[in-house]
Nanobody, 126 residues
C-alpha cells in the first residue's frame, strides 16, 4: 500500500515561513490530484490546497496569498510553501492523493483522497 512520506514542519513565530514536502516513493502518483489537508485539535480535517495533474491550483480562502502548493513530478514530490504564518495555521498537516478522481475541480473533502502521508506538526506562536 502506497503511503506518502512527509518532511518539514516544526515551530515558528507568527509571520514566519515553513515549507512542507511530501514524496511518493513508488512514483505512481504522477498526474493525479494532490492536496494538503490540516487538522487542528477538536476540528475536522480540512483541505488547504490542491494541485491537479495539469498544475491547476486551488486554495482555501484563509491561506490565499500566503501559501503556495507546487509539485515536481520528476522527483515525485509535492510541496507547500507557507508564508506569513498565523497562530490559527497551527495544526497537523497531511498530504494526500486522489487516485480515483473524486475531488473534481476543487480541493474536495478528505473522503475524496485515498492515499495519505503520515502527518507533520506545524506550530505557530504569536
Amino acid at each position: 500500500q502506497v503511503q506518502l512520506m512527509q518532511s518539514g514542519g516544526g515551530s515558528v513565530q507568527s509571520g514566519g515561513s515553513l515549507k512542507l514536502s511530501c514524496t511518493d516513493p513508488t512514483y505512481i502518483l504522477d498526474g493525479y490530484t494532490l492536496a494538503w489537508f490540516r487538522q487542528a485539535p477538536g476540528n475536522e480535517r480540512e483541505g488547504v490546497a490542491s494541485i491537479d495533474g495539469d498544475g491547476m491550483t486551488k486554495y482555501t480562502e484563509s491561506v490565499k496569498g500566503r501559501f503556495t502548493i507546487s509539485r515536481d513530478d520528476g522527483e515525485s514530490t509535492l510541496y507547500l510553501q507557507m508564508n506569513s504564518l498565523r497562530s490559527e495555521d497551527t495544526a497537523l498537516y497531511y498530504c494526500a492523493a486522489d487516485t480515483y478522481g473524486l475531488a473534481g475541480g476543487g480541493i474536495g473533502t478528505k473522503e475524496d483522497y485515498n492515499v495519505w502521508g503520515q502527518g507533520t506538526q506545524v506550530t505557530v506562536s504569536s
